[in-house]
Nanobody
Framework: QVQLVESGGGLVQPGGSLRLSCAASGFTFSSYWMYWVRQAPGKGLERVSGINTGSGSTYYTDSVKGRFTISRDNAKNTLYLQMNSLKPADTALYYC??????????WGQGTQVTVSS
């Protein structure tokens, strides 16, 4: 069965860095666009970043451009999100999600990122 397992979240001071990972299994990882989606406390879901199958095309929401970098290793079936210059506004539960037919059909359980001094 399809599984997405995120890791790498934690508590970090403003200006710090974290690297999130999403281990995928149960499907042909290299065949799907993958996204990072976050949900801040009391807010809705926000699409943060996405990457195409061959890593040649990426998407970033405006608030993270220049600070976050998405990547994938299709040989390891793993999606990454390098987050630098973190801000308190980045505090959220971060999910990885698979895109299929214009919708996110599978989600991980999420990893918490808290940016606070």
């Amino acid at each position: 069965q399809v599984q997405l397992v995120e890791s790498g979240g934690g508590l970090v001071q403003p200006g710090g860095s974290l690297r999130l990972s999403c281990a995928a299994s149960g499907f042909t990882f290299s065949s799907y666009w993958m996204y990072w989606v976050r949900q801040a406390p009391g807010k809705g879901l926000e699409r943060v970043s996405g990457i195409n199958t061959g890593s040649g095309s990426t998407y970033y929401t405006d608030s993270v451009k220049g600070r976050f970098t998405i990547s994938r290793d299709n040989a390891k079936n793993t999606l990454y999100l390098q987050m630098n210059s973190l801000k308190p506004a980045d505090t959220a539960l971060y999910y990885c999600a698979r895109l299929s037919d214009s919708s996110y059909d599978y989600w991980g359980q999420g990893t918490q990122v808290t940016v606070s001094s």
